[in-house]
């Protein structure tokens, strides 16, 4: 072959090669991983709610929606649940976020061994720094929750924004921390930040190479905060009251196949509208306005992603999931010294157990309890290029353990035994990636586990033995997905089977 020929065919192969690389590149799914904070049940347009959330209920009328999703009732076990495969209890963290996560890999660690660029913006809930576990970019809160204008000091010329007392948040900007962080823009609010540090990223790495991005959102995690112009939508909104939203919520729920049609509204845990005074309701109508402009300005935001993707040429072949790190809370934060109206940054305004009710429907309970109320999640799979079946719901059980299982599945990479020279426990989770792709698959009996302060509860099938303040309770959630008949006097035989069940898993998981 003379030397022209030659020249020739290695630029050909050179050519082809190169082709090759950017097509195996382009094979590869990019992921996006969305976790919101104290998100209900019932939040989204999608899972019955009047909060208008086009660009999220885009993702699940053309995606999958999970009706049995389960978290673990709290944020920071509930991030480090999802994060590593592994129950909190595994890692250390159902007592205590300040330490590191350990016997496990983390999601940045399982997608960078596969060549993906790892990208985490948004809370953490820890004092672990993301890049130091696998994370090429990190930027956002270390901390559970900060005021979301401004989570630093008083700037020149505003008033003095609303803090915890005694609590000085940590932020990261690219894994460098600053503590406190006093933000120079006055156009900062946390939910379109974390977009644009995300945004930012992605322009950067281009359409060629796969990315890995956790989205990490802190809304609508009180301080109720939010753009005057997302709370004038919802300023009359809510004037009919607390029982009018949940029936109506409810009924969505019930038309669009999300709940079973034996389901039944729970018992209310939330006061009569009537019994409020006038000034009241117009506090309390202000309140779920403001809850309900924080996960507009949430969805705005997604719908931000997804038009970045589009422009890339990568949305068809992006996986996309959202969830919520635990059920509405009904915790109460009393801030002293707060002023200004409701969604200012110098009120700290909780949402109380009202509103969080009806956040929850059809459930009750709240945050922090093992109840359906507390550990029942919206997910939302999203993947063009592979979900064809659209606006499907499963209703297989589900739970933050098996994102680690799905996603070492989906890259076909085995979870590691040992990283670093540190032992590593194989994750309990269960792969739900053929759930997305619509394939079939088995009933799904196994064993759940949960344990949250004074919550705690097994799920088998569709058996749940579930105790608050150590007062067990049984249900059978195929004839009672509300938990509203309480039958453990009735099956002494399998209380004890479960009860058995649940203290071994717990011997197991706190050596």
């Not at 799979?381 to 353990?401: D, G």
Request: aromatic share 12%; net charge positive; proline share 5%.
């Amino acid at each position: 072959m003379n030397f022209k020929l030659k020249t020739t065919a290695l630029i050909l192969f050179g050519f082809f090669v190169n082709c090759q690389n950017k097509d195996q590149k382009k094979s590869k799914p990019n992921v996006i991983l969305v976790i919101v904070d104290d998100m209900g049940f019932s939040d989204l347009g999608a899972y019955g709610s009047e909060i208008n959330t086009p660009n999220i209920d885009r993702l699940a009328a053309e995606g999958v929606r999970f009706s049995n999703a389960y978290n673990t009732s709290k944020c920071f076990p509930s991030r480090a649940c999802i994060l590593t495969g592994l129950y909190s209890q595994q890692t250390g963290y159902n007592k205590d976020f300040r330490q590191p996560m350990r016997n496990a890999i983390t999601l940045g660690e399982l997608f960078k061994s596969a060549g993906y660029t790892t990208l985490w913006s948004g809370k953490h809930h820890s004092t672990e720094n993301p890049i130091d576990r696998g994370f090429d970019h990190y930027s956002g809160l270390l901390d559970g929750a900060s005021n979301h204008f401004n989570p630093g000091k008083q700037r020149e010329s505003e008033v003095t924004p609303a803090h915890k007392v005694g609590k000085t948040r940590s932020w990261a900007i690219e894994g460098e921390i600053f503590t406190p962080y006093t933000p120079e823009s006055k156009n900062f609010y946390t939910t379109d930040t974390f977009t644009d540090y995300a945004l930012g990223w992605i322009n950067e790495i281009g359409a060629e190479q796969p990315f890995f991005l956790y989205l990490s959102f802190t809304a609508p995690h009180d301080p109720l905060m939010a753009w005057p112009e997302d709370i004038k939508k919802y300023e009359d909104k809510y004037n009919d009251g607390y029982a009018a939203i949940r029936k109506a919520r409810f009924q969505k729920q019930l038309d669009s196949g999300i709940l079973p049609k034996n389901s039944k509204l729970s018992i209310a845990y939330h006061k009569k509208w009537s019994t409020l005074s006038e000034e009241k309701r117009k506090e309390e109508s202000r309140t779920m306005a403001v809850y309900a402009a924080m996960i507009d300005r949430i969805d705005q935001n997604i719908g931000r992603l997804t038009d970045k993707l589009k422009e890339h040429g990568t949305l068809e072949n992006t996986l996309i999931l959202f969830t919520s790190d635990n059920g509405a809370s009904g915790e109460v934060v009393n801030v002293p010294g707060g002023t200004g109206e409701i969604g200012a940054a110098t009120n700290w305004k909780s949402l109380g157990k009202n509103w969080a009710n009806v956040s929850n429907t059809p459930y009750k309970f709240f945050k922090n309890w093992s109840h359906e109320g507390g550990i029942k999640t919206p997910l939302i799979a999203y993947w063009p290029e592979k979900i064809k079946a659209s606006n499907r719901v499963v209703h297989t059980p589900v739970h933050f353990i098996d994102f680690m299982t799905t996603f070492s599945e989906l890259l076909g990479i085995d979870y590691p035994s040992n990283y670093k020279g540190e032992e590593i426990i194989p994750s309990p989770g269960i792969s739900f990636l053929k759930a997305l792709t619509n394939q079939k698959t088995d009933a799904n009996t196994r064993a759940i586990y949960w344990e949250w302060t004074k919550g705690k509860a097994i799920r088998k099938g569709d058996w749940k033995l579930v105790a608050y303040d150590n007062v067990w309770e049984l249900y059978d959630l195929k004839n009672d997905p509300i938990e509203q008949n309480n039958v453990i006097a009735k099956n002494p035989a399998l209380e004890k089977e479960l009860k058995k069940l649940h203290l071994k898993w717990m011997a197991e998981t706190k050596k």
